[in-house]
């Protein structure tokens, strides 16, 4: 897959080069937010990997220029990455509704396999969150009452789901059976008011989609 690479930092950026490069990925890196953008458009990029903030201004170039060509190329897979978490950025990311994104901490990139199993995930068309930027939007929920209604267990599962887990994955590492999760999945719809899916990637977006609520 040819994946276009931008981040400012030499050394970060020369690392997870040479991670995707080991897997088989051929990389083009960028350093900067219009440089981002035309590597984005070019025909024969496939996926991305994209910090936030960027030169010139360092505000959110990086994000910007995904969106953009998102817009310009609807369902192109980006994994962005944030050494901050900020649950506006992941909302603008989310807002389109489709899968193909992901939003990561840059401290996960040191997980090789966390790492590479979210571009997998995001590039396959599915959703990948950072569990940081999960927990918050759970906590601002909470404030505000809409998940007031869910179990402790419940909470967990919910979590998980939104992270991109699937039932299989939840139930592993909760410990406990893949028709309990199945229960508890229906349980939370049905507290939440969210139709339920049978396909994981729509489970996930309407999950991320109420907590942004």
């Not at 929920?141 to 809409?146: D, F, K, L, S």
């Not at 893949?178 to 969210?194: R, W, Y």
């Amino acid at each position: 897959m040819r994946v276009v690479l931008a981040e400012d930092l030499f050394l970060l950026r020369d690392g997870l080069a040479r991670t995707l490069r080991d897997e088989g990925h051929e990389v083009v890196e960028v350093d900067n937010g219009p440089g981002l953008l035309r590597a984005l458009l070019a025909e024969d990029a496939e996926a991305a990997v994209v910090d936030v903030r960027l030169p010139p201004t360092f505000t959110d170039e990086g994000l910007q220029a995904a969106l953009e060509a998102r817009r310009r190329r609807p369902g192109f897979p980006v994994l962005v990455l944030s050494q901050y978490v900020d649950s506006l950025y992941a909302g603008e990311l989310l807002a389109g509704g489709e899968g193909g994104v992901g939003y990561l901490l840059k401290d996960r990139v040191t997980n090789t396999e966390q790492f590479l199993g979210g571009l997998r995930t995001v590039a396959a068309g599915g959703t990948v969150m950072d569990p940081q930027v999960i927990a918050r939007m759970l906590a601002r929920n909470e404030a505000r009452g809409t998940i007031g209604a869910l179990t402790p267990r419940e909470r967990d599962v919910l979590g998980l789901m939104a992270e991109g887990r699937s039932n299989a994955a939840v139930a592993a590492t909760l410990h406990i059976s893949e028709s309990a999760v199945a229960k508890h999945t229906a349980n939370i719809f049905d507290k939440l008011g969210i139709a339920p899916s049978a396909e994981d990637n729509r489970r996930v977006l309407a999950v991320l989609a109420h907590l942004r609520r």
